[in-house]
């Protein structure tokens, strides 16, 4: 993997997206009426911000509401409750026609590039689809630009006549990349994008991602469970545990000095190149509670090795503990 650049300093970050307490619970339905039973509280009052220009990871183990925060961010999840501002507009109080114009502006990469490409058609209609949508540029105008796109993910202009079986893995992925930027969007929630790909084209991707936002300008929210390819790419990272945020931090003060149990337990697991580095692994006991019947007070006190007494009865607040460090913990009460 290609080290990462370090990015231009930029003095005041300018905000490009707030979300503000966002949650969002299904629905469980028992019974012979299906009627509702409780919820599974996949998003539980989670707030973040997205600077201009960065990359926002966000990372977690399965289940734990990452992917649901990006979907609920762009509505392809109505949010339950919460805010989420986006510029100077408020997306979960825009109608239909709004946030589909809206959506220029944000675009998604999705996880596995075979499912989220329809079969039928061929990689150019796939690419030139959003364009249609919004009403962008004329039919030959369109192809010009499905052509340019192409060649800016690192594929041939011939290309757009082949269908998305005729691909490889990681060429298909380019494809996704090439659809999202095709409306020229300032932030693209890229979910799971390379977890599908082999480590040796993980790379590649992950290289163009950081090329294109250069290019670009791009702001990206990326989601991942891989610690290494997050480490990557981001410029600051957040980790979710249960539906909630529970650590959020620049990229190497939360790499270098984890402060909630649940982030050291995480990065103890990661294997360190330097074979005579020394580093505890922490093993956590227990399961993940499920997301419908989360615990009491902190959502991983069932798992922590800290765990006080406080910890089953209050939920500890996401606080700054400096220049950005957001924990949430009572241990840093203490
Ligand atoms: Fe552990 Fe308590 Fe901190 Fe939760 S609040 S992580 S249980 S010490």
Redesign the pocket.
């Known amino acids: 993997m290609r080290k990462r650049r370090r990015k231009r300093i930029v003095t005041q970050p300018e905000t490009l997206l707030q979300v503000r307490n966002l949650k969002k619970y299904f629905p469980i339905r028992g019974g012979i009426f299906g009627k509702k039973v409780g919820d599974i509280k996949a998003v539980d009052n989670v707030s973040f911000t997205v600077n201009k220009g960065e990359t926002l990871g966000i990372v977690g183990e399965s289940g734990c509401g990452k992917s649901t925060t990006g979907r609920s961010i762009l509505r392809l999840e109505e949010p339950t409750a919460g805010e989420v501002e986006f510029e100077d507009s408020l997306l979960n109080e825009l109608n239909g026609e709004e946030m589909r114009r809206m959506r220029r502006k944000l675009q998604m990469v999705f996880q596995d590039p075979f499912a989220s490409l329809n079969p039928r058609k061929t990689a150019g209609a796939i690419i030139e689809e959003p364009l249609t949508v919004h009403g962008i540029g004329e039919a030959r105008e369109r192809k010009e630009k499905v052509k340019e796109l192409l060649q800016v993910v690192g594929l041939d202009a011939y290309h757009a006549e082949r269908y998305p079986h005729q691909f490889s893995g990681g060429q298909r992925q380019r494809i996704g990349i090439a659809r999202a930027l095709a409306v020229r969007p300032k932030l693209v929630v890229a979910d799971e994008p390379v977890s599908a790909l082999d480590v040796s084209v993980q790379s590649q991707v992950l290289n163009l991602l950081e090329d294109l936002q250069e290019k670009f300008g791009l702001t990206y929210l990326f989601i991942a469970h891989d610690l290494s390819v997050v480490r990557h790419i981001s410029d600051r990272v957040g980790v979710m545990y249960l539906g909630r945020m529970v650590e959020l931090a620049e990229r190497d003060t939360l790499y270098d000095n984890p402060l909630?149990?649940?982030t050291q337990a995480l990065l103890s697991a990661v294997p360190v190149p330097n074979p005579d580095a020394e580093r505890e692994r922490i093993i956590l006991t227990g399961d993940v509670p499920s997301p419908s019947d989360p615990p009491a007070g902190?959502a991983?006190?069932t798992r922590?090795p800290?765990?006080?007494d406080i910890?089953r009865e209050k939920r500890?607040e996401f606080q700054d503990q400096g220049d950005g460090h957001f924990v949430a913990?009572?241990?840093m009460d203490e």
Do not use: A, E, K
């Open positions: 909630h149990p649940y902190c991983f006190h922590c800290y765990v006080m910890c500890p913990c009572h241990l």
